[in-house]
């Protein structure tokens, strides 16, 4: 038997409150009509139920917090390389330390699409060669 999705949607505002498990970047089984332009989960709000959709580049963004790092060699600060998907490529960033003195903060050269929270994030030597190592995305 189906389950029926339940959203209740303010489309001039693309927020809807729902009972779905969902992730950002989800653009599929979220329950949005079809038809008109591509539209992602770009925000969640789970104290208040809500879901916030909008188009792909919605999702770009320059920043992303690390939690839970794990260095392979000792902490590394400046020009590295961030890998946010197992298939995915690595891009250019420079990584600081956050300002609670433990996570980092990962700042790209040119905008990615977004990390859901809990997702690795990989950091590389400049070169693509020595993984200088990892954490979650907050």
Known sequence: RRRHTRFKCDWSSDV??????????????????????????VAIDHDAALVRVGGE??????????????WAAGPVTGRARAQCSAHGTSHAATIVVG????????????????????????????????????????
Request: charged share 25%.
């Open 16 to 41: 809807c409150s729902s009972d779905l498990l969902v992730t950002l970047g989800q653009r599929r089984g979220i329950g949005l009509p079809g038809g008109g332009p591509k539209r992602y989960v």
């Open 57 to 70: 580049a919605a999702l770009a963004r320059t920043h992303q917090r690390v939690r839970d790092v794990v």
């Open 99 to 138: 300002d609670d003195g433990e996570s980092i903060d990962v700042s790209w050269t040119e905008p990615q699409r977004v990390v859901s929270p809990g997702q690795s994030i990989v950091f590389y030597d400049e070169a693509d060669r020595v993984v200088l190592g990892g954490g979650l995305a907050v």
